[in-house]
């Protein structure tokens, strides 16, 4: 009786994990439970003014207390930089649900250099991550006034391993790909503001920013390929 009991745990698991991916091939129409179809990672609405909506957040204009509305407030805030640089200021979800699929979401929120050199001054500790940047806590004030600023950028990490074909049928055929080494290639989307990282070894990661600004995720690609 165990060992079914054992067995029937085993097949339940294995068949939650294949439905995972599957939640990226299913068509929009699919029934399952009802859910805002804009927060799927492939909505992504470009608009007339350069800008971009991705996750129910329109990138330059979204503030952090709007993702909070979203995706709620339990969100990790810091000043993420290198030795010497004055970083940017992320929040860090562990875990966020974009309709049915769920992943990490790192929001980079727009902030100046003169902020974030002061909120170094006023920062409550710094520790040392594992790419040896510096993981900088924010001081209470300072995490209030963020709850205004904007939303620069978007990333997400999906829970589930994506290939190459699941990603061009929910996003297309990319304008370029660039391939960094034998692991990690990244295909662009410039017109909606999407760079999706297929990891050969790892997870695959999708950044969004404004089709306007898309240079800056596209340039440093190309200078690390050559």
Known sequence: ???IKSIALFVAIVIVLLAVPLLFLLGDGAERAPYDEGLLPWRIERLPN??????G???GESTLADAYRRFGDDAKIALIAAQGESGSVE???DSAQAGPITGKMILTLETT????EAMLQRAVKAEVTENAARRITLAEADL???RQARIAGITFIPSANLTEDIVEQRFGTPGEKIRIDERITHWLYPEKGLDVQLDAKGKEVLQYVAPADFSRLRDPLRAAAQ
């Open 144 to 146: 209030q006034e963020l």
């Open 50 to 55: 350069g800008a971009s909506r991705a996750f």
């Open 113 to 116: 250099q003169p902020q974030r």
């Open 1 to 3: 009786m165990r060992l």
């Open 57 to 59: 957040l329109t990138l």
């Open 91 to 93: 929040a860090y979800y």
